[in-house]
């Protein structure tokens, strides 16, 4: 029995009236388990990479391992041939290395996460190296270096990741061997250098010559005194590993359930309507296909009979 006009009309505003709470409720429910405040998610930005000449450490990691080397040694044969007999010893091996750790992280108990890093700091035995604080109440951040001994530097590095919501993390280690083996080679090519000058310096001359070699050596001990600087960061007293940590300030926005729904509806209408147009132009290209179908079929069917 075919329905009225009007049923069919009630069926399907019954039909649209469910599809559209079907979304409403989807967006609704959604805005509910993604919390009932939202956190702001502002950017921490990388603030040590243009802090790159604030302050490097570097560690030392020795180890031994064993050394073949090959020797010839005369056999008892009557051919007295030669035979090469293999010898190895012990080498003691030294290597300097710069290892880094860069923890980006967000607390909304800003000044209670903050007393937690300080006194992990104290209880570690750690130096802050650097230190930055800016923003107001709400917006603050805070940006360490930390230098951290090497022994101790796995634990603190866990100890960083339960302060706060850790955004990012990483650590790199760079071998920095030759570059210790570069500097001393320098500085005692340097100090030759020097001392030759000062040998010249004994010898008889004209003053400008004097004056020179002197101009001479005070430029080679400016530069022994910079490479001292730069070796004095490897010397085992100074031995750190690099900790840079940044906690940022977030606040909490409290969503109220008029807002929430205001928003569910908004959301509903706008992708409902999207649909709705989808279905519809889906519709209209079926009937069309379905329409040329009908009418080409028939006259192919005529022609394979013929």
Known sequence: ??????????????????????????????????????????????????????????????????????????????????QIAAQSHEVDVTQKY???????????????????????????????????????????????????????FDTFYQDMLKIGSIRSKEITKIDKTNEFRNLNAKKASLEITRQSLIELKKQHGQIEEFVNLQNRILEIEQQLQDLGVLLGNFDEENEFCTVRFSLLETHEVKISTLHRVKVAFEWSVQYYLLFLSIVAVAAFAAFFILLIIDKIIPGIMARLNQ
């Open 1 to 82: 029995m075919q329905l009225s006009f009007k049923k069919r009309l009630v069926r399907f505003v019954g039909i649209s009236v469910a599809g559209f709470l079907v979304f409403f409720i989807f967006r609704f429910v959604y805005g509910f388990t993604t919390g009932a405040s939202e956190v702001g998610e502002e950017y921490i930005s990388d603030f040590f990479s243009d802090l790159e000449d604030v302050r490097h450490n570097y560690a030392s990691d020795r180890y031994k391992y064993l050394k073949s080397e090959a020797s010839d040694a005369m056999s008892a044969s009557p051919s007295g041939a030669g």
């Open 98 to 152: 710069e290892k880094t750790a860069t923890v980006r992280s967000k607390s909304v108990k800003f000044e209670e996460e903050e007393k937690q890093l300080r006194e992990k700091i104290k209880t570690e035995n750690a130096i802050i190296q650097y230190e930055q604080n800016s923003g107001g109440k709400g917006y603050r951040q805070l940006h360490l270096l930390i230098g951290v001994a090497p022994e101790k």
